[in-house]
Nanobody
Framework: VQLQASGGGLVQAGESLRLSCKATGITLDVFAVAWFRQAPGKEREGVSCISSSGGDTWYADSVKGRFTISRDNANNTVWLQMNNLKPEDTAVYYC????????????????WGQGTLVTVSS
């Protein structure tokens, strides 16, 4: 089982990135998936999550209106479209999966990808 997060990079404030979380070894369509991030010196925080069907989503207040989570179960992939990036979005972004309903709490997730670094310069 592997969750491969990718798509991070260095961008300027106001620009966009799209992160992807590709699952191998499992069928992702039975799992809720979330994105978390951890900035230097800070605790990991929930960014967004999506239900197994894609019908329910949640966003942290700090990213609402700027980030969009989506999924393509046929391709075992979840994306996080990040627009109008801000320096405070700089962090390592992780994707994680869980059975059942999505959750904003990291302890609910049982498998994590390795993370991808997003750096936003001002």
């Amino acid at each position: 089982v592997q969750l491969q997060a990718s798509g991070g990079g260095l961008v300027q404030a106001g620009e966009s990135l799209r992160l992807s979380c590709k699952a191998t070894g499992i069928t992702l369509d039975v799992f809720a998936v979330a994105w978390f991030r951890q900035a230097p010196g800070k605790e990991r925080e929930g960014v967004s999550c999506i239900s197994s069907s894609g019908g329910d989503t949640w966003y942290a207040d700090s990213v609402k209106g700027r980030f969009t989570i989506s999924r393509d179960n046929a391709n075992n992939t979840v994306w996080l479209q990040m627009n109008n990036l801000k320096p405070e979005d700089t962090a390592v972004y992780y994707c994680a999966k869980k059975e059942g309903r999505g959750s904003r709490y990291e302890t609910a997730y049982d498998y994590w990808g390795q993370g991808t670094l997003v750096t936003v310069s001002s």
